[in-house]
């Protein structure tokens, strides 16, 4: 085990969105001010916990409704109208960190809408999800959400279909669901599809594909909400079957390491830098002792 080498992948770690959500939210509370974050500020529980401790406080909608006079932060997924309505009524600084990329794709639903509100808007993504929630709520709530390939036979052919994408979706399924429906599309009937995904969680896929396949084992660090975190993790495994997926050095089970001679450390786009060097040093200190 002394000649174990650790390497932390350069492409994993926050996206641009998360960490804009996070400078932003750092500022504020450096002004000694208190702030309150519409759910989680990010899918990882650690940085959660961090940020906790440094006066965020972190609240849901309901919770919201109750506030009066505060400034409240709006994570990088984005949010439906109705919030921003809400903290109108009630006088509440919205400090806006919605990620350009998901606030580019909510207009585009909202204008789509407003144009043909008899067409299927359909989004590609997961039903609940934070960002996917946002972008229904430009439609009032009738956009169908379609989690899985399998769940496009759901859709009537007889009426117009403009698909869209959760920004953090898979490339290739949508590439799927795109091609099915261009087979079964009513004559005369309209579709068009609007390739929304971020290229930037994009380009992960085949980048973590070749790092996992570097190393004897991988650890991917990540909190267990994060659905980008289960897609990379997923992609980890299939490359490389000796991965293992951890939310902390907690988890980390040194038994892993015999006969390992190389480590990979990458971590989903809401996973911090800190935490993926925090895990590295523990292994290092461990395998001297």
């Known amino acids: 085990m002394e000649e174990l080498k650790i390497e932390i992948d350069n492409g994993s770690g926050f996206c641009f969105g998360v960490t ?3 400078k932003k939210a750092e500022e504020e509370l450096s002004a000694g001010k208190t702030l ?4 989680d500020i990010v899918h990882n529980g650690m940085e959660v916990k961090r940020l906790s401790m440094n ?3 972190t609240i849901d909608h309901e919770q ?23 903290a109108q009524k009630n006088h509440i600084e919205i400090i806006d960190a919605t990620c350009p990329v998901v606030l580019q794709l909510q207009k585009r639903i ?11 808007i359909v989004i590609f993504g997961k039903n609940g999800h934070a960002e996917v929630l946002g972008l229904v709520g430009q439609t009032e709530s009738k956009a169908i959400v379609i989690e899985r390939f399998d769940d496009v036979k759901k859709l009537d052919f007889c009426k117009d279909i403009y ?5 953090t979706k898979s490339l290739d399924e949508f590439h799927r669901i795109i091609q099915y429906i261009q087979t079964h599309i009513a004559e005369g009937r309209k579709f068009k599809s609007f390739d929304t995904i971020c290229r ?23 909190g267990r909400k994060s659905s980008n975190g289960k897609v990379l993790f997923n992609e980890c495994k299939s490359v490389n079957p000796n991965s293992y997926q951890i939310e902390s050095k907690e988890e980390i ?10 480590v990979g450390i990458c971590g989903a786009t809401s996973t911090p830098k800190w935490l993926m060097e925090e895990c590295r040093d523990y292994i290092l200190w461990s395998v001297k002792k």
């Open 20 to 22: 804009t959500a996070i």
């Open 36 to 39: 309150y974050c519409l759910g």
């Open 110 to 120: 909202k204008k789509q809408y407003a144009e043909n509100p008899d067409a299927q």
């Open 163 to 167: 698909l869209y994408s959760q920004t």
């Open 64 to 86: 919201l409704k109750e506030l009066h006079d505060v400034k409240v932060l709006l994570r990088a997924h984005g949010e439906p109208p109705e919030t921003y309505a809400i």
């Open 253 to 262: 089970d040194l038994t892993w390491f015999e006969g390992v001679k190389t």
């Open 200 to 222: 930037q969680v994009a380009n992960r896929m085949p980048n973590i594909a070749g790092f996992a396949s570097k190393h004897d084992l991988v650890l991917f660090v990540s």
């Open 55 to 57: 006066g965020l406080v």
